[in-house]
């Protein structure tokens, strides 16, 4: 089903996420007459994106014919102050805004909107990019159902959708999928170089964790069973797998590293939003 909107989506930030929105936003069929996109210096790629599907694009946007339906605020969390003022003065009272910038809460974003505004909060991936990410958002008292039906559809573009009811949460959300990424490519890079110890040359050591990692993981989403049942039928008793998981699976093993990563995350989270 193509996706509609009632409305223009004003685009603010045109990197590496938000490109990732609006070709996801494209490729579901979002009509590009009905999208502007503000950035005064957006990449190469975004700029042959907007130019091969006629979408709007502009340094800046003093004024529009008409307020935009939705802004979506993907600029980079340290310009945001310099951001949202200019973009404020084009809402109306029926424009929600949807932000993806990390650490920015709700109660920043309001101060720069008018009473009652609809804002909608929320936290991508990087797997945005292929348009296999993970997005949860949260919503202020004054979003509508339409405005949150509105911004599940844009940022489904991307991957899946899950909501909160309590923006606080955010803070673990960022350090499981919002970092989590990170940990995965890490995980690929132990495993590799755990290969080439054990006598692996590197390049094949590197292939057959790239390829298992990858491999796992799309097994996994694609199987309706959880990860410990997943774990559990490739663990021959008292063969290598298990092996392995008696030294992973320790009292310091990798789930304790994990419980300390995410804490570490998730403090830092906090940190930043404060």
Known sequence: ??????GKVLLAGAGN????????????????????????????S????????GVTLKARIATLEEPPAVIVLAVK????????????RLCSPQTVVLSIAAGRTIAGIERHLAKEAGVVRSMPNTPAAIGRGITVAVANAHVTPAQKTTCEGLLAAVGEVAWLEEEGALDAVTAVSGSGPAYVFYL????????EKAGLEARLAERLARATVSGAGELMRLSPLP???LRSNVTSPSGTTEAALNVLM?????AKLMSKAVAAATRRSRELAS
């Open 227 to 229: 990860a410990d049942k």
């Open 17 to 44: 996420m938000g490109q990732a929105l609006l070709s996801g936003w494209l490729d579901r069929g979002l009509d590009p007459l009905g999208i502007v996109v503000q950035d005064p210096a957006p990449p190469p």
């Open 1 to 6: 089903m193509a996706l509609k909107i009632d």
């Open 77 to 88: 969390p340290q310009v945001m102050e310099e951001a949202l003022p200019p973009l404020a």
């Open 188 to 195: 690929a890079e132990c495993l590799a170089a755990a290969g």
């Open 46 to 53: 975004t700029s042959a994106l907007v130019a091969r599907h």
């Open 250 to 254: 320790a009292d310091d093993g990798l």
